[in-house]
């Protein structure tokens, strides 16, 4: 069997000619050529980034993939308006990574199906980006990471305010000593949203590939909640608001508590040594299987302990710090606000010290994960760096709410001490074949 057949029609456990491929293998496009992206996905998010990519001048998206036929449409005419050319359409996302002419492959699916074609496509030679989180669960994650170290792929997480002058400048203040000593940081989404019901299950429509669109989860019977838009609200898809939203400001919370721990003279920090979440499926009525309601705890051990919580409260109408979803980080001389737009920092007093305006927009991102295809360098939301840390606050904090209880994290192999039932759902029960996770 030809490797174009067995990539279209086999089960995915496998490693695609990995040992064709040297560490310093570099995108196939050359500084005075255009990159190929491949898109895997066309609405919602997914139909973003066909629009940031195909503005780019120096990218041409030459194929998109989706399960549902009625997401085309749209897609098409973003990337026909923006290069003049309409992409190939296709339902197997496997004919992108196929493709030897394609030099990057673009995910924008939900969450259960992050993992899989990031991998395969690093099997193949191709440098990713992909959303936020990494995957749907822990050893997703590290699974990625892996096939990205073997391969030497460029790989960047779609936390795109790592690369916005908002964010950047937010540490630059910090790490010049901004704050004085910090110990605490606080992430937090007070947005609120709403009910999704209790519809009853129904028939797919006739555009839509349902058995694909499940992959590696359960097979369950349709229902329209379950499915575009609201899917990130099951244990099968997603990774609930934490994931969602969570991991962002997360994430803006951690780099911020980094750059002022190595201000201060103390070692970077890793993993926490301890995750501890409170809260429950309190608020709304409904099919959502997610807390709406909750309190995680990060404690970081070491000489100078540190500490990050995250609150989510997702029925509020209101704010904290005047943000409806943010991160802030607390030193002895002054504290730093950072939201969606800006970030403002205020002195002992709650004197405004200095206050910087930006916005969330992922062109820069894009950007920087080009610029990176062609320099090798690590890009600003490098997997295995920051995208996959990220990721595991939002995985162990969903799974310490899940089991009511403390989780002592090893940071070295992200797995749960002496706690095999914690251990047992870093990673699904089962993949529904022939989706199997690949080895790597």
Request: with cysteine; net charge neutral; aromatic share 8%.
């Amino acid at each position: 069997m030809d490797r174009r057949k067995f990539l279209r029609e086999s089960a995915v456990g496998f490693s695609v000619a990995a040992g064709s491929l040297s560490q310093g293998n570099v995108a196939k496009a050359t500084a005075n050529e255009r990159i190929r992206v491949g898109c895997i996905g066309a609405g919602g998010r997914a139909l973003r980034l066909v629009s940031t990519f195909s503005a780019h001048p120096d990218v041409e998206v030459v194929g998109i993939a989706d399960i549902d036929n009625r997401k085309f449409p749209d897609a098409l005419a973003v990337a026909q308006k923006n290069q003049g050319k309409r992409p190939a359409v296709m339902r197997d996302f496997r004919r992108l990574i196929d493709d030897p002419t394609i030099d990057a492959i673009v995910v924008g699916t939900p969450d259960h199906w992050h993992a899989i074609p990031t991998i395969l496509a690093c099997l193949a030679g191709k440098d990713v980006y992909v959303e936020k989180p990494d995957g749907h669960n822990i050893v997703e994650g590290q699974r990625m990471v892996a096939a990205m170290r073997k391969t030497g792929r460029v790989v960047q997480l779609g936390s795109q305010h790592r690369s916005t002058t908002r964010l950047q400048s937010a540490m630059s203040f910090v790490r010049d000593g901004g704050l004085g000593k910090c110990l605490l940081a606080k992430a937090w989404e007070s947005t609120k949203q709403g009910s999704i019901g209790f519809p009853e299950d129904s028939t797919p429509p006739p555009e839509v590939d349902y058995d694909m669109w499940l992959g590696p989860a359960p097979e369950r019977p349709f229902n329209i909640r379950r499915f575009h838009g609201t899917w990130r609200w099951f244990f099968d898809y997603g990774t609930g608001d934490l994931g969602n939203d969570g991991v962002h400001r997360l994430d803006m919370a951690l780099a911020l508590l980094n750059e002022a721990a190595v201000a201060q003279g103390d070692s970077p920090l890793g993993l926490p040594d301890s995750v501890a979440a409170s809260g429950g499926k309190w608020y709304f009525d409904d099919l959502q299987e997610f807390p709406d309601t909750l309190q995680v705890n990060y404690n970081y051990g070491g000489p100078t302990p540190k500490f990050l919580t995250y609150e989510m409260r997702i029925w509020a109408p209101y704010n904290y710090h005047n943000e409806g979803e943010g991160a802030a980080v607390y030193g002895d001389q002054a504290y730093l606000v950072i939201g969606n737009n800006r970030w403002r920092a205020y002195g002992p007093k709650n004197e405004l010290i200095k206050e910087v305006t930006g916005d969330s927009d992922e062109t820069p991102h894009v950007q920087n994960f080009l610029d990176c295809m062609r320099s090798r360098q690590k890009p600003a939301c490098d997997l295995e760096t920051i995208g996959h840390p990220a990721s595991v606050l939002c995985h162990a904090g969903n799974l310490s709410a899940r089991l009511g209880r403390q989780l002592f994290l090893d940071p070295q192999t992200e797995t749960f001490r002496d706690d095999a039932e914690a251990n047992s759902l870093r990673t699904r029960t089962e993949y529904r074949r022939p989706w199997v996770l690949p080895e790597v």
